[in-house]
């Protein structure tokens, strides 16, 4: 059996535990800083861990694609494995701290409108007091209870806000929210929503989620943060009601088009706090060790002929 690592971001620690679980496996491992360096001697791998678009596309013989990162999207169109029977777990459960903090930071900055003290400090400007606003009795919405949505979530809960709702596919119950709802129910919490923290994976059911329409339900002074795919909102529509002023801001890490084009609007947009696609790099220390720790447990159940923990389910996208 043959596994290909390709990351360039792990380090010697995480090397040598990914040697010793392929060598318990009885597997030959091979580690790679990009696709581009592989030759065509390790196309027929058995494992992959990591992204190598060109031999998923024509190798037969790979049973398993362990890709590093939560979203898989790209990898839903049909015909893009060349063995359809081909396994896929991601990494979705190691991003949850990284982009929870992300959100918090985000959320503060906003909310307290750091990014305008921010743009005059750098000016050499001392400006004077503004109204600010706090997480603290806050109403949040969290659409999307997966790791990363609930992760936030209980970290939100910290600086007691008045509310804290889920909104999500099945609507089941979670000691984390106050209350959970299902999708269909997701108009009915827009009008109480003064921050709307959104982390939804990209599939047919989140396109465009966040329409025009519902953007206008939140109340004046909304704030709106997605980490998720920037499938989810009508991008047009969020810049016309954070320039007009009925939304108090936003935070976008992710977007229609990335990189987001420079001749975008969005740029412009002083009380829009953009960031490219960061939140959920593999970066901080926790996320790589949880990250490998994955994948190493999964080759523990491949090997066992046990299914493995951290399966994406082809037909939901996730």
């Given at each position: 059996?043959?596994?290909?690592?390709?990351?360039?971001?792990?380090?010697?620690?995480h090397?040598?535990?990914?040697?010793?679980?392929?060598?318990?496996a009885g597997?030959?491992?091979?580690?790679y800083?990009?696709?581009?360096?592989?030759?065509?001697?390790?196309?027929?791998?058995?494992i992959?861990?990591?992204?190598?678009?060109e031999?998923?596309?024509?190798?037969?013989?790979?049973?398993?694609?362990?890709?590093?990162?939560?979203?898989v999207?790209?990898?839903?169109?049909?015909?893009?494995?060349a063995?359809?029977?081909?396994l896929?777990?991601?990494?979705?459960g190691?991003?949850g701290?990284?982009?929870?903090e992300?959100?918090i930071?985000?959320?503060?900055v906003?909310?307290?409108?750091?990014?305008?003290?921010?743009?005059?400090?750098?000016?050499?400007?001392?400006g004077?007091?503004?109204?600010?606003r706090?997480?603290?009795?806050?109403?949040?919405?969290?659409l999307?209870?997966?790791?990363?949505?609930?992760?936030?979530?209980?970290?939100?809960?910290?600086?007691?806000?008045?509310?804290?709702?889920?909104?999500?596919?099945?609507?089941?119950?979670?000691?984390?929210?106050?209350?959970?709802?299902?999708?269909?129910?997701l108009?009915?919490?827009l009008?109480?929503?003064?921050?709307?923290?959104?982390?939804?994976?990209?599939?047919?059911?989140?396109?465009?989620?966040?329409?025009?329409?519902?953007?206008?339900?939140?109340?004046?002074?909304?704030i709106?943060?997605?980490?998720?795919?920037?499938?989810?909102?009508?991008?047009?529509?969020?810049?016309e009601h954070?320039?007009?002023g009925?939304?108090?801001?936003?935070g976008?890490?992710?977007?229609?088009?990335?990189?987001?084009?420079?001749?975008?609007?969005?740029?412009?947009?002083?009380?829009?706090v953009?960031?490219?696609?960061?939140a959920?790099?593999?970066?901080?220390?926790?996320?790589k060790?949880?990250?490998?720790d994955m994948?190493i447990?999964?080759?523990k159940?491949?090997?066992?002929?046990?299914?493995?923990?951290?399966?994406?389910?082809?037909?939901?996208?996730?």
């Amino acid at each position: 059996m043959k596994i290909l690592v390709i990351n360039d971001l792990f380090e010697e620690k995480h090397i040598e535990g990914i040697k010793k679980a392929a060598a318990e496996a009885g597997a030959e491992v091979h580690f790679y800083i990009t696709d581009k360096d592989i030759p065509q001697s390790d196309y027929d791998a058995d494992i992959i861990y990591g992204f190598a678009p060109e031999i998923v596309k024509v190798n037969k013989n790979l049973k398993w694609l362990c890709v590093p990162w939560a979203g898989v999207d790209s990898l839903m169109k049909p015909g893009y494995f060349a063995n359809e029977d081909c396994l896929l777990t991601n990494g979705a459960g190691s991003y949850g701290v990284s982009i929870a903090e992300h959100m918090i930071a985000v959320s503060l900055v906003l909310l307290r409108r750091l990014n305008e003290f921010f743009d005059e400090t750098r000016a050499g400007f001392w400006g004077k007091p503004r109204t600010q606003r706090s997480l603290k009795d806050c109403r949040i919405t969290v659409l999307g209870t997966g790791d990363i949505g609930t992760t936030f979530a209980k970290r939100a809960k910290a600086f007691e806000p008045a509310s804290l709702t889920g909104v999500c596919r099945s609507g089941k119950a979670s000691e984390v929210y106050d209350k959970v709802l299902p999708v269909n129910e997701l108009d009915s919490i827009l009008p109480e929503t003064d921050l709307l923290a959104m982390s939804l994976p990209k599939t047919p059911e989140t396109d465009n989620i966040l329409t025009r329409k519902r953007i206008e339900m939140l109340p004046e002074g909304a704030i709106v943060i997605n980490v998720g795919r920037g499938n989810a909102i009508d991008e047009e529509a969020l810049m016309e009601h954070l320039e007009n002023g009925h939304l108090g801001g936003a935070g976008l890490d992710v977007f229609h088009t990335e990189p987001l084009p420079k001749d975008s609007p969005l740029w412009k947009i002083k009380n829009l706090v953009i960031t490219p696609h960061m939140a959920g790099n593999l970066t901080i220390a926790y996320t790589k060790d949880k990250n490998v720790d994955m994948f190493i447990e999964d080759l523990k159940n491949f090997t066992a002929g046990r299914p493995l923990r951290y399966l994406v389910d082809r037909k939901l996208g996730y």
